[in-house]
């Protein structure tokens, strides 16, 4: 009987096989019953091993293990690429898991916006793979190109691997931009680039851009006199991004009505560049505040909503807005 069994689950032939020989050799000499059994039990187990010799030596067990491994792979990778919209269990905030692609039209918790691979090798820990999904921060202008256009709620969220799936290969990082209230979610596409907007509305916003990163390039310290060197550099660097996008105002072949009031900006730069590149050249703290705080108003975000409506822009600054100064301290937070 225990040949007939090991031999019908088949985990162990050589010991079926190996128990329904013993059992014959028993039955013969002491005349007992379950001969039948024994030989059922040895044929099953001699298939059995001959069915492992098989999968060992054609390397069978090699691609059946990889099977198992793919298909617990394809459990785990998202397989979520730039622009696609989707549900899932667990929320954005948690675990995130049975990912459901889903038409961006329609209500939907996350919308991908880049995707990244994490370097091969060792899993780093949780800490350094969260550290490194900070990135997709830095990515999301380039999908997202109006921060204007973005709902308040909207934030970034990633979903990355964990020891288990990294373990399987997984290496991807996914960028997400969801719904900051409990339960909430997106309706209709976020995406704003290239493949979205008109080439005007691309050159406005590039030049924008370049002012941007300029202005988030402000020092760590609370006030002005803490790093004189520091916020001269970044008054040089703030006045080299004004002439910059100035520039491209000037350059770029606008619609026919646009054109006052992007050279009504224009002109609004050029005169907030000499007042930076002013702060950029001062002696001590008190001379670096009189400069930059005229020309911080001068790029306050209300500025560019002339602009920004004749190019069919967003028109309402982000929440944040420009914050000014208490002669405390600088505070470079505009958004234009």
Known sequence: MASLITGILCCLPGVGLLLGLVALLQIRKRGQRGRAAAVVGSALSGVGLAL????????????????????????VDLSLAKGDCFDSGGGLGGAVYDIRTVPCE???????????????????????????????VGLLDAYAMDAWALPEDVDVFH????????????REVTCVLGSTTEGGTLTGSLRADASTLDAHQVAYLKGAHVLNAALDS???????????????????????ALATWSGTLRAHPWPADARAPLADLAT????????????????DADAFYVP???GLALIEPEADI???????????????????????GADGGAKV
Do not use: N
Request: overall charge negative; aromatic content about 6%.
């Open 52 to 75: 492992a010799v098989l999968l060992v030596s054609t390397g069978a067990t090699g691609w059946m293990w990889q099977g198992v491994k793919d298909g617990v792979r394809e459990s």
């Open 106 to 136: 329609g209500a939907h918790e996350g919308e991908v916006f880049a995707t990244f691979t994490i370097k091969a090798g060792p899993y780093p820990g949780d800490d350094a793979v969260q550290d490194a999904a900070e990135r997709c």
């Open 159 to 170: 979903v990355t691997p964990t020891q288990e799936t990294w373990s399987l290969g997984d």
């Open 218 to 240: 402000e020092p760590d310290t609370e006030l002005v006199e803490d790093d004189l060197p520091g916020h001269k550099a970044w008054a040089r660097r703030v006045s080299t």
């Open 268 to 283: 609004r730069l050029d005169k907030a560049r000499a007042l930076w590149d002013k702060a950029a050249r001062a002696r």
């Open 292 to 294: 930059y705080d005229a």
């Open 306 to 328: 002339p602009a920004r409506k004749a190019l069919k822009l967003a028109t309402t600054p982000p929440g944040s807005g420009a914050q000014g100064t208490d002669g405390d």
